[in-house]
T-cell receptor
């Protein structure tokens, strides 16, 4: 989608390394979200943010760190990557939380070896 | 998405036939139910949604029905076309969080 971009599209990293996934939106949406997508589990919420400097845990936050110093950016950091964090990660944004449609980025496929 | 169950996990239909995907949810307070379509290599895209004060909503070949008493909702696609082939996700709000079903891979055979 033109309004929300994720980078990189693909990333291979080694166990124990720190890796940061980037997300940028151009709509000035209040809310931003990070989901991971795994076969058989659908999309599970990792962290979300209601505004700059306001973040909160989702369903599966362990091993992840987020920040939101600017409204348009919401990076996700894996401080010490593990093989169980191999997944496809999606960033999303929305004006509302839980009561309106979310706009998703194209995803980052992360492989931890 | 453990609070939202989706069936079937895979669905194959002939072009022109109808496709139905069903979801159930656990929280009776859920009030918003979107459906997303995910094409290969892309992020999920909202295709239709329904709120709890409505029983049915239609948009061209796509319709969604909601049964609040039974806590289930369904996506109906009529006159399917090959470009409808994708993974479809249902979702429901639970404590203001969007919880997703595990997805249905729909294949429309020409």
């Amino acid at each position: 989608d033109a309004g929300i971009t994720q980078s990189p599209r693909y990333k291979i990293t080694e166990t124990g390394r720190q890796v940061t996934l980037m997300c940028h939106q151009t709509w000035s949406h209040s809310y931003m979200f990070w989901y991971r997508q795994d076969l058989g589990h659908g999309l599970r919420l990792i962290y979300y943010s209601a505004a700059a400097d306001i973040t909160d845990k989702g369903e599966v936050p362990d091993g992840y760190v987020v920040s939101r110093s600017k409204t348009e950016n919401f990076p996700l950091t894996l401080e010490s990557a593990t093989r169980s964090q191999t997944s496809v990660y999606f960033c999303a944004s929305s004006e509302l939380r839980g009561s309106g449609g979310y706009t998703f980025g194209s995803g980052t496929r992360l492989t931890v070896v | 998405g453990e609070n939202v169950e989706q069936h079937p996990s895979t669905l194959s239909v002939q072009e022109g036939d109808s496709a139905v995907i069903k979801c159930t949810y656990s929280d009776s307070a859920s009030n918003y139910f979107p459906w997303y379509k995910q094409e290969l290599g892309k992020g999920p895209q909202l295709i239709i949604d329904i709120r709890s004060n409505v029983g049915e909503k239609k948009d061209q070949r796509i319709a969604v029905t909601l049964n609040k008493t039974a806590k289930h909702f369904s996506l109906h696609i009529t006159e399917t076309q090959p470009e409808d082939s994708a993974v479809y996700f249902c979702a429901a709000t639970i404590n203001n969080d969007m919880r997703f079903g595990a997805g249905t891979r729909l294949t429309v055979k020409p």
